[in-house]
């Protein structure tokens, strides 16, 4: 008794096309996501005063920045929330726009001279806007695409 094995090489193609177009989109995903929070970076930057951003290179250091504020999101800001915690929870969360403050002011220290923060209460309010729009702009633009 002999066994025939067939293989079905236009399911493979398929199925490798469909793993390409999903990976492509959710780099285009992320990018749309970082141009959009550099714009929101620009929106606040204009809004408030002792918060400023170079913007020399047409937005370059606002796209720097909203990929470094990216990357601290998903690895210093879970950490910090967990240590914070208990003075998030006596403070009826008040203390949680505080880790987004100190997010800003790492990234800060990275950007140097291109990403300037003054003041300890105006960048409160300012993480307060950023966290806001952001908002706005996953449920207005990106969700919808």
């Known amino acids: ?7 079905d090489t236009k399911t493979i193609v398929k199925e490798e096309k469909h793993y390409k177009k999903l990976i492509n989109n959710c ?4 990018l749309i996501y970082m141009i959009g929070y550099a714009i929101v970076l620009i929106t606040v930057s204009v809004l408030f005063k002792s ?4 913007n020399k290179y047409f937005g370059l250091y606002a796209l720097l920045g909203s990929i470094i504020i990216y990357i601290l999101n998903q690895t210093i800001k879970p950490v910090l ?26 990234t800060n220290f990275i950007l ?7 003041g300890f ?4 309010f300012i993480a307060i806007v950023i ?13 919808p695409i």
């Open 1 to 7: 008794m002999k066994k025939k094995i067939i293989i």
């Open 27 to 30: 780099f285009i995903e992320w």
């Open 51 to 54: 918060f400023e951003i170079n």
């Open 81 to 106: 929330t967990y240590i914070t915690l208990p003075l998030t929870v006596l403070s009826w969360g008040l203390f949680y726009p505080i880790i987004n403050v100190i997010i800003l002011y790492i």
């Open 112 to 118: 140097g001279d291109n990403f300037k923060i003054s």
């Open 121 to 124: 209460i105006a960048p409160f």
């Open 131 to 143: 966290s806001l729009l952001n908002i706005l702009m996953e449920g207005l633009i990106l969700k």
